[in-house]
């Protein structure tokens, strides 16, 4: 079974930046996609950020130029380099990655929290 761990949420001022990393269980070219969700409190599920195995990837609009998605495949690592953060930023951001068309697997989450 596949396990994917975020990490590197916390508390930021807005304007600040954060880190977030994916570690999966195996080899991230394993994957043919993976990517970055986040969930606010109240709010349905949407999606953040994606890579493809290729390495070309897609951002949602309100995050465009602020976040960028990357990975190193020697520590089956995918990550998310958030700036210029806002309030509206704020929620647990989850990792997938997808196997194939149809097989799917999530992370934990780690808590993303804006505030000044």
């Known amino acids: 079974q596949v396990q994917l761990v975020e990490s590197g949420g916390g508390l930021v001022q807005p304007g600040g930046s954060l880190r977030l990393s994916c570690a999966a269980s195996e080899s991230i070219f394993s994957f043919n996609n993976m990517g970055w969700y986040r969930q606010a409190p109240g709010k349905q599920r949407e999606l953040v950020a994606t890579v493809t195995k290729g390495g070309f990837t897609s951002y949602a609009d309100s995050v465009k130029g602020r976040f960028t998605i990357s990975r190193d495949a020697a520590e089956n690592t995918v990550y998310l380099q958030m700036n210029s953060l806002k309030a509206e930023d704020t929620a647990v951001y989850y990792c997938?990655?997808?196997?194939?068309?149809?097989?799917?697997?999530w992370g934990q989450g780690t808590q993303v929290t804006v505030s000044s």
């Open positions: 997938n990655a997808k196997k194939g068309i149809l097989v799917s697997f």
